[in-house]
C-alpha cells in the first residue's frame, strides 16, 4: 500500500468577531506602548491571522520556549500552512512578525510581567530568546548582535581569531573559515635589505674592513644580525624587524661581552650568486606542451579528411545561434505537428508549464495555441462516437457535414448533432492501450486548457474562440462512464471561468447544456454548474444574466436543496435564485411550477444560519431613593388572615395584628383613634358573633410600645393658637400591604371591569389563590363536583389593570386558554410585589438618622423635634433599577475591504436568503400569476378589493387544500366567503405566515436590519 501524504494545511485569516476583538485589542496595546503595530502582515503573498499565530505559539509554551528549541520556529510555520520554498527564510519571517506584534502582548497577558522596554524588543531585531528575563543591564552586557540575519534559524556568528580554527563546522552550524595560510619557503636569491641599524653599526666600527669571516650558514648570518646591536648611543629597536623564516629572538650564550670590538666590526658576508634557468613545465607552458603532442599524435596517425563545410560555416558562426526554438515553441510545433509521439511530448510538458507558470503562459503570445489544444480535444468524438470533429474556418461553410464546427461563428446546433450519433461500445473497465494513450492525450489536452483560463486574461482570449464551447458542449454529453469523469470536471471549471465573458440566452447550447448537468448525482458538477451558471455575462458591461428558460423540476430541486447541511451547496443555490428572481418573467415559472410558500418558509429559516445569540442587560433607570409619604389608611384584613387572629387571645391577637398591619418608621406618625378604629373594624363584629370581650383602648394603646419599642403615645398641638389637642402614635406607619404573622405579603386583585370606578382590591397570599379568586368571584365559573372547571367556550374579556389583550366584548375562547393569560398577571403581580418587601426590608435595616434617636426632656426640643417630624413624614424606600435584557443575533459578516474601518455589513447565506426574499415581495405582485388570482378572485369573490396585489386565489387554494369542495357544507361556504372579503395577493399568501418571525430577525439582528426594512416597505 502506498503510503499517504499528509494534506497540506491552508493558512487563511478567519475574520470572525473574535479577531476583530482581538485585533482591538492589540492595535490599543501598542499605542500605550508607542511602538508600530502591523494588522496583516504579510509572508510572501499569504496574510498571517495573528490571532492563530499567538494561540499556536502559545499552545506550544511561548516565544521563549520555541526559541530555545532547535528548528521549533520551521515546526510553527508547517503547523500553520505557513511553509513555503525557504524554510529558513519562512521561520525568521515568522519569529520576526511575532517578536514585533506579539512578543510583548504575550508577556504581559500570559505571563502577567511588565514586558521589557521597547527599545530591547520591538526596536531591535528577533535574535535567541530569553524574553521573559531581559532587562536593560543584561541586554547591554550582553551586547547583542543586532544585524537582520542573526538568527537561530540562519548562520549564528562566532568571534575567532583568524589563526585559530574552527573546531567542528557541525557543532557551530556556521559556515566553514578558510585555514591559516601556510607560508612555502623560498630561499634569498638577493641580497637582504640593510636596516638603519645595521648602517648605524657599519659606519660606526673603528677599523672596520671588508675582511670578514664568511658567515657558515644563512641561521647563522640571520642570528649575528639579530644579535647585533647599534654603536654608541644609537636608539635600539625593541622589535627588530625579522626576515622570513629567521628565528623570531635572538641568541646570547652566557659569559660573552656583545661589546667587544670583534663583536662590534663584524660585518655579514656578500650573499653568493646562484645560478638560475627557466625550466619548461605543463602548468608554465601549456602551449609548448600540447604541440609536442599533437605532432606525435601525427607521426602514427594518417593525415586527417578534410574539414567539412558545414562545421566550418558553424564554427564561424556566434554561440547560441543555432540553439533551435525554446521550449515554448518547441510545444506549440509539436502540438500541431500530428504525430502521436511529438504531441505526446508536447502535452506533458503543456501541463507542468500551465500549472507552473499560468501566470505568465498566454495564448495571445503563442498564436495557434488554442487551435492545437481544441483540436486534440476534440478527437474524443471518435472514441466514443462514429464521428471526427473537425473545424472549420470557411465563411461559406456548408452545414450539410456533420462533424465540422463552424470556427467563425460557431455551432448553434451542436446538440440536435450529438444526439444524431451512434454510441460506440465502449468497455469503461477494460480499456485498450490504444485508446488509453489517447485518453491521455485528450485530458492533458483540456487540463492544459482548464489551468491557463485561470489567468483572466486566457479566459477572455478563448471565450471569443467559437469552438470552446462546441467542445465544452461535447465533453460535457460524452456517456456515462468512469473514464470521462475527470474531463467533464474540467470542462466544467472551462466553463466557470469563460462565462463571465459570455452572453448566453436560453436557447444557447451551452447554456441548455449546463442547466442539465444539474440534474446529476455528483455534487462536484452540481456546484460547478451552478456557479458557471451565476457567472454568465458577470463581465459584460450591458448584458445581464437573465436565467430563461429554467425547468420548473430543476427550480424545485434547488429548492429542496436548501434544506440540506451544506453550506457550500446551499450558497451556491442561493445565489442562483437571487439572480433568477430579479426577472419578472422568471417568477410566473417560479409561483406556477413550484411551492413558493415553501420555499419563502426556508429563506425566512436561512435568515439565521450559523446565528450566535447573544443577551446585554440595558439599564433604563437606576437604583433610586424614593420618599413615600406617611398615610393614617390602614389596609382591611384579609378574611384568611382575620380567621387566624381571632383564634387567638388578648394580647396575643392585638401583638399579631399590630405586627401585621404596621412598620417602624422614625419620622412616620398616625393619629392613636385611627389605629384603634381600624382594629375595631377587624374583630369587633367576629368577636361579638362569638362571645368574646373587646380589649379596651387604654390598654390597646400601651400595647402599641410593647410591640414597637421606639413608638410611644405623644400630644401635640395644632392650630394658629395650638388651641387643637392631636394624640399620636409616633414611630410606626401603616404597611402598605399586609403581611401573615410568619412575614409572607399579601398582593391585591387589581380586576376593574368596565364602569367600575375602583378596584377589586382583594388580598391573596398566593397566585393560585388569586386565580381562583377571579374564576369564583368574577368570571361566576363553579366547580364541579371534583373541584375542576369545566372547560366551556365563551366570550371572556380580560379586566385586569391596564391590559388591553382580551378588550370588551372579548374575545370567543375556551376558559383554559383565557385563564393562561390570566396567569401571567398574576406572576408578574406576584414577583412585583416579591421585590417590593424585599426593598423594603433592607431600607429597615438600614440605621436611624440620628435626629430620631436623640431624646431629650425639655419642652423646646420636644417641640422642635415635632415640627422637625411634621415635615418629615415620609418614609425612605429604595425603588430598584429597572432594565430590560435584550436578545441579538450576530450572523456572518464582513469589512469592506477598500474602508477596512467601516463597521461590519451582512455576508454569506442569511444576506443572500434576505436578498431573494426582496425579489420575490418586489417582483411577485408584477406578475401574470398575480394578475390571473386577482380575476380569479373577482370571479368568486363578488370584486371584494384585491388591494395593491390583489388576492383572489385564496378561494381556489383553500379549496384544493380541503378536498376541492368548494360547496360541501356550512363549514366550506364560510371559508369561502372567509377568503372572497380577504384582500392581498401572492405576497399576502407568501409573508404572512412568516412576519412574526420577520419582525424577530428585525429585532434582534442588526446587520440585517436595513435589507428587511427594505422588504417590508414592499410589502406595505
Not at 502521436?340 to 498564436?367: N, P, T, W
Not at 419578472?584 to 429563506?603: I, K, Q, R, Y
Not at 392581498?984 to 412576519?995: D, I, K, Y
Request: hydrophobic letters at 35%.
Amino acid at each position: 500500500m502506498a503510503p499517504t501524504t499528509k494534506p497540506a494545511i491552508e493558512h487563511t485569516v478567519d475574520r470572525t468577531p473574535e479577531y476583530e476583538k482581538f485585533i482591538e485589542e492589540l492595535r490599543v496595546f501598542h499605542e500605550k506602548r508607542g511602538t508600530n503595530f502591523d494588522p496583516e502582515p504579510k509572508m510572501g503573498n499569504l496574510t498571517v491571522d495573528l490571532l492563530k499565530l499567538f494561540k499556536h505559539i502559545v499552545a506550544h509554551g511561548g516565544y521563549d520556549k520555541v526559541s530555545d528549541e532547535k528548528l521549533m520556529w520551521r515546526k510553527m510555520c508547517e503547523g500553520l500552512g505557513l511553509m513555503r520554498h525557504n524554510a529558513p527564510a519562512d521561520a525568521y519571517t515568522l519569529k520576526q512578525i511575532f517578536y514585533k506584534n506579539l512578543a510583548a502582548y504575550e508577556i504581559k497577558t500570559i505571563h502577567n510581567k511588565e514586558p521589557p522596554p521597547p527599545e530591547i524588543l520591538e526596536f531591535t531585531t528577533a535574535k535567541g530568546g530569553g524574553l521573559l528575563t531581559r532587562t536593560l543591564e543584561n541586554y547591554a552586557r550582553s551586547k547583542p548582535d543586532t544585524r537582520e540575519g542573526s538568527n537561530d534559524e540562519g548562520t549564528p556568528t562566532k568571534e575567532r581569531r583568524p589563526e585559530d580554527a574552527p573546531t567542528s563546522s557541525r557543532a557551530s552550524r556556521g559556515l566553514r573559515e578558510a585555514p591559516p595560510p601556510r607560508v612555502i619557503f623560498h630561499p634569498e636569491t638577493h641580497t637582504p635589505r640593510q636596516t638603519r641599524h645595521a648602517s648605524a653599526q657599519q659606519s660606526g666600527a673603528s677599523g672596520s674592513s671588508s675582511q670578514q669571516a664568511p658567515a657558515p650558514s644563512q641561521a647563522t648570518r640571520s642570528s649575528q644580525s639579530q644579535a647585533s646591536a647599534p654603536a654608541g648611543g644609537a636608539h635600539h629597536d625593541p622589535h627588530p624587524h625579522t626576515g622570513r623564516g629567521a628565528s623570531s629572538h635572538g641568541y646570547h650564550p652566557a659569559g660573552h661581552d656583545p661589546s667587544t670590538p670583534m663583536i662590534q666590526s663584524y660585518g655579514p658576508q656578500a650573499p653568493l650568486q646562484l645560478p638560475l634557468r627557466i625550466v619548461d613545465t605543463p602548468a608554465s607552458n601549456p602551449d609548448l606542451f600540447a604541440r609536442k603532442l599533437r605532432q606525435r599524435r601525427q607521426l602514427r596517425q594518417p593525415a586527417p579528411p578534410a574539414p567539412n563545410p558545414g562545421t566550418l560555416v558553424r564554427a564561424s558562426l556566434p554561440p547560441g545561434t543555432l540553439d533551435g526554438p525554446n521550449i515554448y515553441e518547441r510545444c506549440l510545433l509539436a502540438l500541431r505537428s500530428g504525430i502521436r509521439a511529438e504531441q505526446a511530448f508536447a502535452l506533458y510538458h503543456l501541463v507542468k508549464i500551465s500549472f507552473e507558470r499560468g501566470d505568465k503562459y498566454k495564448f495571445s503570445q503563442f498564436s495557434g495555441l488554442a487551435e492545437g489544444l481544441t483540436e486534440v480535444a476534440l478527437s474524443v468524438g471518435g472514441l466514443f462516437y462514429d464521428v471526427e470533429w473537425t473545424i472549420s474556418n470557411d465563411p461559406d461553410l456548408d452545414d450539410g457535414e456533420a462533424g465540422v464546427l463552424d470556427g467563425i461563428n460557431g455551432t448553434p446546433d451542436i446538440l440536435e448533432r450529438i444526439a444524431e450519433l451512434r454510441p460506440k461500445d465502449v468497455q469503461d473497465s477494460l480499456q485498450p492501450a490504444e485508446l488509453a494513450d489517447q485518453m491521455t492525450l485528450i485530458t492533458e489536452a483540456v487540463l492544459t486548457i482548464r489551468n491557463m483560463v485561470m489567468l483572466p486574461e486566457n479566459a477572455w482570449f478563448i471565450s471569443d474562440y467559437p469552438p470552446i464551447n462546441a467542445l465544452l458542449c461535447i465533453l460535457l454529453n460524452l456517456p456515462p462512464l468512469d473514464m470521462v469523469v475527470e474531463l467533464k470536471h474540467s470542462a466544467l471549471d472551462i466553463a466557470e471561468q469563460i462565462t463571465p465573458y459570455l452572453t448566453l440566452d436560453a436557447q444557447d447550447p451551452l447554456y441548455r447544456t449546463l442547466l442539465a448537468q444539474l440534474g446529476s448525482s455528483d455534487r462536484g458538477i452540481i456546484l460547478t454548474a451552478l456557479r458557471a451558471l451565476g457567472r454568465i455575462a458577470m463581465n459584460h458591461p450591458t448584458e445581464t444574466n437573465k436565467l430563461g428558460g429554467v425547468p420548473p423540476a430543476t427550480l424545485q430541486r434547488l429548492i429542496d436543496w436548501l434544506l440540506l447541511n451544506d453550506d457550500e451547496l446551499v450558497d451556491a443555490c442561493l445565489d442562483f435564485l437571487y439572480q433568477y428572481t430579479a426577472e419578472v418573467s422568471n417568477m410566473d415559472v417560479l409561483l406556477d411550477g413550484t411551492n413558493v410558500e415553501h420555499l419563502v418558509a426556508h429563506l425566512v429559516r436561512l435568515l439565521s444560519h450559523g446565528a450566535k445569540r447573544t443577551h446585554r442587560e440595558v439599564v433604563l433607570s437606576e437604583a433610586q431613593i424614593s420618599y413615600v409619604p406617611a398615610t393614617e389608611y390602614v389596609v382591611p384584613i384579609p378574611k384568611d388572615l382575620q380567621e387566624r387572629l381571632v383564634a387567638l387571645e388578648e394580647p396575643d391577637r392585638c401583638y399579631a395584628w399590630l405586627r401585621c398591619f404596621f412598620e417602624e418608621d422614625p419620622e412616620a406618625q398616625i393619629t392613636q383613634i385611627a389605629i384603634w378604629q381600624a382594629y375595631n373594624a377587624a374583630f369587633l363584629e367576629p368577636l361579638k358573633r362569638m362571645g368574646r370581650p373587646m380589649i379596651n383602648a387604654p390598654e390597646f394603646i400601651r400595647h402599641i410600645s410593647t410591640v414597637y419599642q421606639n413608638a410611644g403615645a405623644q400630644v401635640i398641638r395644632e392650630g394658629p393658637n395650638g388651641e387643637i389637642q392631636k394624640f399620636i402614635m409616633r414611630g410606626i406607619r401603616p404597611r402598605p400591604h399586609p403581611v401573615t404573622p410568619e412575614g409572607r405579603a399579601y398582593f391585591q386583585c387589581q380586576w376593574q371591569p368596565p364602569g367600575v370606578a375602583v378596584k377589586c382590591g382583594t388580598w391573596n397570599l398566593t397566585a393560585e389563590a388569586m386565580w381562583r379568586h377571579i374564576l369564583a368571584d368574577h368570571l361566576g365559573e363553579t366547580p364541579n363536583e371534583d373541584g375542576k372547571f369545566a372547560n366551556r367556550e365563551a366570550l371572556y374579556h380580560c379586566a385586569w389593570q391596564r391590559c388591553a389583550k382580551h378588550p370588551p366584548p372579548g374575545a370567543k375562547l375556551h376558559l383554559a386558554h383565557f385563564m393562561s393569560h390570566i396567569k401571567t398577571h398574576l406572576k408578574a403581580e406576584e414577583a412585583r410585589h416579591l421585590a417590593a418587601a424585599a426593598a423594603a426590608a433592607a431600607a429597615q435595616e438600614a440605621p436611624a438618622s440620628p435626629s430620631s434617636q436623640r431624646r431629650t426632656s425639655s419642652v423646646a426640643a420636644a417641640a422642635a423635634a415635632a415640627a422637625t417630624a411634621a415635615q418629615k413624614r415620609s418614609r425612605v424606600v429604595v425603588k430598584p433599577a429597572k432594565s430590560i435584557t435584550l436578545s441579538f443575533e450576530e450572523t456572518a459578516s464582513a469589512r469592506d475591504e477598500r474602508n477596512p474601518n467601516a463597521p461590519s455589513q451582512a455576508a454569506g447565506i442569511p444576506l443572500s436568503a434576505a436578498l431573494i426574499l426582496r425579489n420575490i415581495a418586489r417582483n411577485a405582485g408584477r406578475t401574470a400569476a398575480e394578475e390571473r388570482l386577482v380575476r380569479r378572485r373577482d370571479k368568486r369573490g363578488g370584486g371584494g378589493g384585491g388591494g395593491k396585489h390583489g388576492g383572489g386565489r385564496w378561494v381556489e387554494y383553500e379549496s384544493q387544500r380541503n378536498g376541492g369542495d368548494e360547496d360541501g357544507g356550512e363549514d366550506g361556504e364560510d371559508k369561502k366567503k372567509k377568503d372572497a372579503d380577504e384582500p392581498g395577493g401572492w405576497n399576502e399568501r407568501l409573508f404572512r405566515p412568516v412576519m412574526p418571525r420577520l419582525f424577530e430577525v428585525f429585532s434582534e439582528n442588526r446587520l440585517l436590519a436595513p435589507y428587511l426594512t427594505n422588504l417590508f416597505q414592499l410589502l406595505a
